[in-house]
């Protein structure tokens, strides 16, 4: 009798652990068949940057949606992978692959050297110290010689090739692998989160001191989740070197890309699997159309935009568009119960 | 080391700034018994009971837990040595379903997702809460909140409960379901050591109770000589000597 009970939950929740993942395959396969119906340039940037964003969301979710650790402060870990990255290709001719590597791990141990101390801070001031540490971060790069300094790193043109990753002419291999990135982040997410780690996680975003009671070591909990979160978001920064061909301090270190990554997995739903991708469907498309209607100035208008949009789901719906979703499936399993 | 007590405190001092909120204080908990932590408002218990739970180390002193030193340790070391707890305002973790934040518990013995889960779902039924599984912390009851907590720590396997004021606030029937548990609880092997300042409520439990009264041990003993002890009664009552 006992026993039916303990086995009968553990079947549903494999069941609709398998749920997700098939239906993650089908959208992933969905997503894939993309490029065969749209051919215009345009679109086609728009698509692989919604995409990127969409992993750089995904990998920044880890840390600010299921730790509760709200970083600020990851256009450090995305300028470090696209300089890593740049850097290694035009001065050391080392293929892109493993300059987002090296970049990524450089990234993770960036993340666990200034998580040591940054993690005695709770709540907004650890926030505020992500945007500090990242500032301080842009000014370096921006006086670094070596590095290009202001002027930046132009990649040299070559043939286009995967081993490079260099495109001149058709950007559909961008588009394949900023999806396959996703994919990666999606899987990395969906793994950890139902293991001892992802649970460890939700406990210290929601109770820290009940959460070390219970065993979980609360420190290494959150340089994991870190370390994690910074090595994907550096691959999106070595990924993005190689998409644009040419980076500078402002391009790839602004604070704006930092917003970027968080406000798609707020505007979705932090801690959520879909969230990331569902608000990045919505920011980066309306990101690209303001700038491009009206006025390339970088003026910021998007990002006036994304404020509202952020205070209005923050009001109506804190859980994010995902929110919506998981309430209805409740009401609908309720009815089915009644 | 599996007969001595399970529990020993030497010395041991707490201060907050010119506070003494612990002053030299030397007890121990027997092994497989119940033990009552009383006493009046600002005693001392909850420091007590804080500092065996590793939430803070003693000022001075020494901790020893199953023949050890503990002194200092971290709350989640001390937890994968045994020692579980509770909290006096329960601290559930809301964004998770019910069996989640058992499961959080269990990961300390089952490392493994399926074992965890498993052992998760066997604790709420002995408590009592497997009809909630799957509702959201945040949607208990504060009785139904009690419990799960209990359940968090039990999920952990502790040789040590600390229950911090479980029984506190509860109607009478809720109560009696509280004490029934928590006696099904040290059937299975489990020392108890419980915070409470409502004397009726736990005497008729305790196997021992110590008293604690401006931060010192001021009686010990079995409840029925604890409760006639003409110090106690001066503690909670107030002095009429002096009074007058």
Not at chain 1, 86 to 104: E, N, Q, R, T
Not at chain 1, 193 to 213: I, N
Not at chain 2, 43 to 62: E, Q
């Amino acid at each position: 009798m006992s026993e039916i009970a303990v086995a009968a939950p553990n079947n549903s929740f494999v069941a609709s652990r398998r749920r997700q993942l098939v239906i993650a395959l089908i959208v992933f396969a969905a997503i894939a068949l993309i490029p065969r119906a749209v051919s215009d340039v345009y679109t086609m940037n728009v698509l692989i940057l919604t995409l990127l964003f969409a992993a750089l969301s995904q990998s920044w979710n880890i840390l600010g949606g299921y730790c509760g650790q709200v970083s600020l402060g990851h256009a450090l870990y995305f300028g470090i992978g696209a300089y890593a990255t740049s850097i290694l290709f035009v001065k050391f001719g080392i293929v892109a692959w493993g300059g987002m590597l090296a970049g990524g791990v450089l990234s993770a141990l960036v993340a666990l050297a200034l998580g040591y101390p940054c993690f005695r801070l709770k709540g907004h001031y650890f926030s505020i110290a992500t945007i500090v540490i990242a500032e301080i971060g842009l000014l370096l790069v921006h006086n670094w010689d070596y590095g290009g300094a202001a002027l930046g790193i132009q990649w040299p043109f070559n043939p286009d090739s995967w081993w490079t990753l260099q495109f001149a002419r058709d950007k559909v291999p961008y588009f394949y692998f900023v999806l396959g990135l996703f994919a990666v982040t999606w899987l990395v997410t969906y793994a950890i989160v139902e293991s001892r780690w992802g649970y460890w996680w939700r406990a210290v975003k929601d109770d820290p001191d009940a959460a070390e009671s219970l065993g979980v070591t609360v420190f290494n909990s959150k340089m994991g989740a870190a370390a994690i979160s910074a090595f994907f978001t550096a691959i999106g920064g070595g990924f993005y070197a190689a998409f644009v061909s040419y980076i500078d301090p402002e391009s790839v270190m602004h604070f704006r890309f930092s917003l970027l990554m968080a406000l798609p997995a707020v505007l979705g739903g932090v801690g959520s699997l879909w969230g990331p991708a569902v608000g990045a469907l919505i920011l980066i498309p309306m990101a690209e159309l303001t700038r491009s209607y009206l006025g390339g100035t970088g003026s910021g208008l998007d990002l006036v935009i994304y404020g509202l949009l952020v205070m209005v789901v923050s009001l109506t719906q804190p859980e994010g568009i995902m929110g919506i979703f998981k309430r209805s499936a409740k009401k609908a399993d309720a009815k089915v119960e009644a | 080391m599996s007969s001595g007590p399970i529990v020993v405190c030497e010395k041991v001092s707490r201060r907050f700034g010119g506070l003494v909120a612990n002053d030299s204080i030397d007890m121990m908990v027997r092994r497989g018994e119940i033990l009552g932590l009383i006493g009046p408002n600002g005693a001392g218990k909850s420091t007590l009971f804080n500092l065996i739970a590793g939430s803070f180390p003693p000022s001075s002193g020494k901790i020893m837990f199953d023949g050890r030193n503990i002194t200092g340790l971290p709350a989640a070391k001390l937890c994968a040595l045994g020692i579980a707890r509770t909290y006096q305002v329960p601290r559930s973790f809301d964004s998770m379903s019910v069996i989640e934040n058992v499961t959080v518990g269990a990961f300390v013995r089952y490392p493994r997702m399926l074992q965890a889960r498993e052992k998760a779902m066997a604790v709420l039924d002995y408590v009592g809460l497997s009809n909630k599984a799957d509702a959201a912390g945040s949607e208990l009851t504060p009785p139904q909140k009690r419990r799960l907590e209990v359940a968090r720590a039990l999920a952990t396997e502790p040789k040590l409960l600390l229950l911090d004021e479980v029984l506190t606030g509860l109607t009478p029937a809720e109560a009696r379901a509280g004490v029934e548990l928590i006696r099904k609880i040290r059937e299975t092997g489990v020392t108890i050591v419980m915070v409470e300042h409502v004397m009726e409520v736990v005497m008729p439990l305790v196997d021992r109770a110590v008293v604690l009264h401006l931060g010192k041990v001021l009686a010990e003993g079995a409840p029925t000589a604890v409760v006639r002890d003409e110090n106690v009664i001066a503690a909670y009552l107030g002095d009429r000597r002096r009074a007058a």
